[in-house]
């Protein structure tokens, strides 16, 4: 088992930056491939990016590209959102996500956390 936690959300003015981290324990943190993914109210959970077990390779969702990095500390079981130029339609509850696969269908993530609530005001 993984147990993640998020933290880091809060409120926002548009143009603002916010810092996400996910804290995992329980299994070996660098074995797994680790994701954020983000659900607005009446909306379906979406993709915001991933990051490989060693941290070299990521990938983003297009609505981010270019605004937000993610990043994993191995020695800390860590792994961060950095969210820049924030706008209202980032508004949403954001996850992380752990699997043991190299690449992960969709949201077939093996764990997840609760979530933190980001909310961006315009």
């Known amino acids: 088992q993984v147990q993640l936690v998020e933290s880091g959300g809060g409120l926002v003015q548009a143009g603002g930056s916010l810092r996400l981290s996910c804290a995992a324990s329980?299994?070996?943190?660098?074995?797994?491939?680790m994701g954020w993914f983000r659900q607005a109210p009446g909306k379906e959970r979406e993709f915001v990016a991933r990051?490989?077990?060693?941290?070299?390779?990521?990938y983003y969702g297009d609505s981010v590209k270019g605004r937000f990095t993610i990043s994993r500390d191995n020695a800390k079981n860590t792994v961060y959102l950095q969210m820049n130029s924030l706008k209202p339609e980032d508004t949403a509850v954001y996850y992380c996500?752990?699997?043991?696969?190299?690449?992960?269908?969709?949201?077939?993530?093996?764990?997840w956390g609760q979530g933190t609530q980001v909310t961006v005001s315009s």
């Open positions: 996500a752990a699997d043991r696969r190299t690449v992960v269908p969709g949201l077939k993530y093996d764990y």
């Open positions: 329980g299994r070996t943190f660098s074995n797994y491939v």
């Open positions: 990051i490989s077990r060693s941290g070299g390779t990521t």
